[in-house]
């Protein structure tokens, strides 16, 4: 990093905040949407129109379209990221209550260390790793199963089974992401995905009959609003801000928007939405925070 360069303090923390609680209230946002609109529905507009005012701002600031070989990777990533995660939280949110789909999304650098493990070599399985892996996993546990009596109503098995794959998808993505051909320009390369993403959303859709039965003109001005605020706030504001941030700050800085989304997510689901705050919810957040602290602080080894 550039000292010369520094921004001012103000935008540093500005977009700090961006992160921490756009990010983090996109999950309450979601599951005001899925209340009225179809999940993959909503997730395939959403992406589409941030795809394509990002795809389109990066072309008309003179970047180059990805290339054929680049477009195959971006589907692929597409695939992995807003089909079988983000459309699958979307779905799973219709089930699991907010902060609860944001405290098991959290285990994503868990499952992002055993991708390296697995797929780039870049981290050992140690009993460090492991540890962090069971504790996480024991986290979910914690707020999913019926034979732990600590009060509130377990969450929903096939919305937890549904999170888990989406978490695991996203972190295979991401060790994907590192090997594939891609634009170099991020905005671009994310506009495109993002763009790709809404495209097969909507095929998934439509191939599972969401639009049948729904009527645009009975959704309410909550859920148009919270569209609006996934697609502009949740989709390009917030990620703006975090590859400028990117470029600015260490990752290690950045990638702290992990331990705080959770949190924002289950006191805006308690103080917004009604959702419990029991025993069952603190102590399943408070284990999958700490597993991501541990994975998160962990430096990179090679085999």
């Known amino acids: 990093m550039d000292s010369d360069a520094q921004p001012p303090r103000w935008k540093t923390l500005l977009a700090f905040a961006i992160i921490y609680f756009v990010w983090g209230s ?3 946002a979601i599951r005001v949407g899925v209340r009225e609109v179809p999940p993959f529905l909503l997730a395939a507009t959403r992406f589409l129109i941030a795809g ?4 389109g701002w990066s072309v008309a600031r003179g970047e180059r379209s990805p290339s054929r070989r680049q477009w195959v990777s971006v589907c ?5 990221i807003f089909v079988l995660d983000y459309g699958l939280v979307f779905w799973a949110e219709q089930r699991v209550p907010s902060g609860l789909t944001a405290v098991i999304m959290a285990t994503i650098p868990v499952f992002m260390a055993l991708s390296e493990v697995v797929f780039l ?21 914690v707020v999913v199963s019926r034979s732990i009596d600590l009060g509130g109503v377990p969450i929903d098995r096939m919305g937890a089974l549904a999170l888990i794959v989406a978490a695991i998808s996203w972190s295979v993505a991401s060790a994907f992401s590192r090997i594939l051909p891609l634009p170099p320009s991020k905005v671009m390369s994310s506009g495109a995905q993002m763009l790709a993403g809404g495209a097969f959303l909507a095929v998934a859709s439509a191939a599972m009959g969401e639009g049948r039965d729904f009527h645009p003109g009975a959704v309410s001005s909550g859920a148009w609003w919270a569209l609006i605020y996934l697609i502009i706030a949740g989709s390009i504001m917030a990620f703006t801000a975090y590859v400028w941030l990117i470029h600015h700050e260490s990752p290690s800085k950045v ?3 992990a331990y705080v989304n959770p949190v924002v997510a289950v006191l805006l689901g308690y103080f917004l939405g009604g959702e419990g705050l029991g025993p069952r919810v603190v102590l399943g957040t408070l284990l999958v925070l700490a ?7 962990m430096k990179a080894k090679r085999p």
Do not use: W
């Not at 394509?52 to 795809?55: A, N, T």
């Not at 692929?76 to 992995?80: D, E």
């Not at 597993?291 to 602080?297: E, F, K, M, N, Y």
């Open 26 to 28: 996109t999950y309450y």
């Open 76 to 80: 692929v990533l597409a695939v992995l």
């Open 121 to 141: 070599g870049t981290q050992r399985l140690t009993f460090r790793l492991a540890i962090a892996l069971l504790v996480g996993l024991a986290g979910v546990a």
């Open 255 to 257: 990638g702290t928007y």
């Open 291 to 297: 597993s991501v602290v541990v994975i998160t602080t």
């Open 52 to 55: 394509l005012i990002l795809y």
